[in-house]
């Protein structure tokens, strides 16, 4: 059976389109993430460890090694108050 080379440019632009497109989300996934992967299955521990780190360092994937907390961080609270009638 022959081989249908005209189907081959199709299917080399199919291809090369489906690669980038992956490699362009991957690498905009890493850019949102300060360059590492994309966190999947995040619990609410996880979601307020990256509430902390947004308020320590202003990114919720930037981690600190600093031993003491800047100035803003001890009024800067991730409990909202409530009005109370």
Do not use: C
Request: proline share 8%.
């Amino acid at each position: 059976m022959p081989v249908p080379w005209e189907a081959l440019i199709p299917f080399g632009l199919l291809t090369a389109m489906f690669g980038t497109a992956g490699t362009l989300m991957n690498v905009s996934k890493r850019g949102q993430n300060l360059g590492k992967s994309p966190r999947y299955h995040v619990d609410p521990w996880d979601e307020m460890m990256m509430e902390r780190d947004k308020r320590l360092t202003g990114h919720i994937r930037g981690q600190s090694t600093e031993p003491i907390a800047p100035e803003g961080f001890a009024t800067s609270s991730v409990w909202y108050t409530q009005k109370t009638n």
